[in-house]
């Protein structure tokens, strides 16, 4: 039997809710936004729109190198004899979590910035 550090498996899954439930909150008030852009050719929505497009490409360009560099650990620990299964496991795990971070971030803090003008707007009305 493996001998695996759960918690972080606990703390992936978390990170992944987090990250879920942020994107679908940005989604959520992205939409408006992106149509008024598409239909009425509103600057501020047509602004919103190039922020998303640009945040997106930094995240993935980010990832990728978090990933890369996490998983030279892997490769150094496949070389020098290192590797067990339940490293393995870990170092894939740690692998995927530096490479999806950038995103996470993003995604919340979007969320959050989104959820403020929202609640800001409301108030205004």
């Known amino acids: 039997m493996l001998n695996l550090p759960y918690g972080l498996f606990v703390e992936a899954a978390f990170a ?3 990250a879920a439930q942020a994107a679908c909150a940005t989604i ?4 408006p936004i992106l149509a008024q852009a598409a239909a009425a050719g509103d600057a501020s929505a047509q602004r919103e729109a190039r922020l998303m497009v640009r945040e997106k490409v930094a995240a993935a360009i980010e990832g990728s190198v978090a990933g890369t560099l996490a998983m030279q650990t892997v490769w150094l620990d496949m070389a ?3 590797m067990t299964p339940a490293r393995a496991v870990t170092t894939a795990l740690a692998v995927a979590t530096a490479a999806s971070a950038p995103g996470h971030r993003r995604a919340a803090a979007n ?3 989104l959820t403020r003008r929202a609640a800001a707007g409301a108030r205004r009305r």
């Not at 959520?28 to 939409?31: D, I, M, P, V």
């Open 16 to 18: 992944q809710v987090t």
């Open 28 to 31: 959520a008030f992205r939409l």
């Open 80 to 82: 020098f004899g290192r």
């Open 111 to 113: 969320a959050k910035r």
